[in-house]
C-alpha cells in the first residue's frame, strides 16, 4: 500500500509540473472555443489586457500550489516510511486528502484555460 500511495503522489507531482509547463507554452494565443466569434478582451486602466493579467495570476497560483503540492507528497513519504506498523494516522490521512484538493484546484484551473 505504502509503494502505491509514493507512486501516486510521484505521479501528482509529476503532472502538476507538466501543466504547469503546458500552460507556459501555451501562453495567451489561443483559438475560440464555442466555434462563434472570439470574445473581444477588455483592457485594464493600467493598458494590460484583463485576460492576459488573469492568466498571469492563475500560471503563478499554479506554481505556487505545485510547490504545495510536492511539499505534502514529501512529507507523506517521509509519515509513511517512519511508520513501522501498517496503520495511517488521521494526519498522514488528512495530507493525501490534501494532496488530492491541491491537484483538482490545479486541473481546474488549467481546464479553465
Request: net charge positive; aromatic share 2%; glycine share 10%.
Amino acid at each position: 500500500m505504502t509503494l502505491w500511495i509514493r507512486r501516486g503522489a510521484v505521479v501528482l507531482v509529476l503532472l502538476a509540473g507538466v501543466s504547469v509547463y503546458a500552460l507556459q507554452q501555451q501562453g495567451g494565443g489561443r483559438g475560440g472555443r464555442g466555434g462563434g466569434a472570439e470574445e473581444e478582451d477588455v483592457v485594464l486602466p493600467n493598458g494590460k489586457s484583463q485576460k492576459d493579467e488573469i492568466l498571469k495570476a492563475e500560471h503563478r497560483q499554479n506554481i505556487k500550489d505545485a510547490a504545495d503540492l510536492a511539499e505534502l507528497a514529501e512529507q507523506l513519504k517521509i509519515d509513511l516510511e517512519k511508520n513501522d506498523r501498517y496503520v495511517l494516522s488521521l494526519a498522514t490521512l488528512k495530507k493525501t486528502d490534501d494532496i488530492e484538493k491541491l491537484a483538482k484546484r490545479i486541473r481546474a484551473r488549467l481546464r479553465h484555460n
